[in-house]
């Protein structure tokens, strides 16, 4: 794939991720809303929640997501073996990407400003992170099909 349709593909997979991951995540915070669980302190409706993670998450999508996708993506292509082989192998890569990002940027600030890492935060955010890549991984494989359909 060339690299221009390469970069339009991943930015409409990082608006379509954005759009279609912060109304979950607000949900996720709605429900656990009065329980500890969770860091943020917010007492807002549903759709502040939505517009608050809309507008942290869509610049982390299109900052972040798309040259590590357009990286990880052009390393498994040159893969030799068969297409679900590289599907297993891309699941894994974008898996450990996001927990990779995590600890780059939210876990190593947190550490730097001083505040404390629970196990279970730290493993929730993980998690979190992880299935966020494989979420905005297989939105791209949907968004690809149907750029290539058309």
């Known amino acids: 794939m060339q690299f221009k349709m390469l970069f339009k593909k991943e930015l409409i997979t990082a608006v379509i991720s954005s759009l279609l991951a912060c109304p979950l995540i607000a949900w996720m915070h709605d429900i656990n809303q009065g329980t500890s669980y969770h860091s943020l302190d917010l007492n807002d409706s549903y759709s502040s929640l939505v ?7 869509t610049p982390f999508f299109l900052l972040i997501g798309i040259p590590t996708s357009i990286t990880l993506t052009s390393m498994v292509q040159k893969l030799k073996c068969s297409s679900f082989i590289k599907y297993v192998v891309s699941c894994v890569c974008f898996f450990l990407s ?3 990002i ?3 940027y939210i876990a190593a600030g947190r550490l730097i400003v001083g505040a404390t890492l629970t196990t279970n935060n730290v493993l929730f955010y993980m998690l979190a992170f992880g299935f966020s890549a494989l979420f905005y991984f297989h939105v791209g494989l949907f968004v690809k099909r149907i750029i290539t359909s058309s």
Do not use: C, K, N, P
Not at 51 to 57: D, E, K, S, V
């Open 51 to 57: 517009f608050i993670y809309l507008t942290f998450a």
């Open 98 to 100: 996001g927990v990779v």
């Open 102 to 104: 995590y600890w780059a």
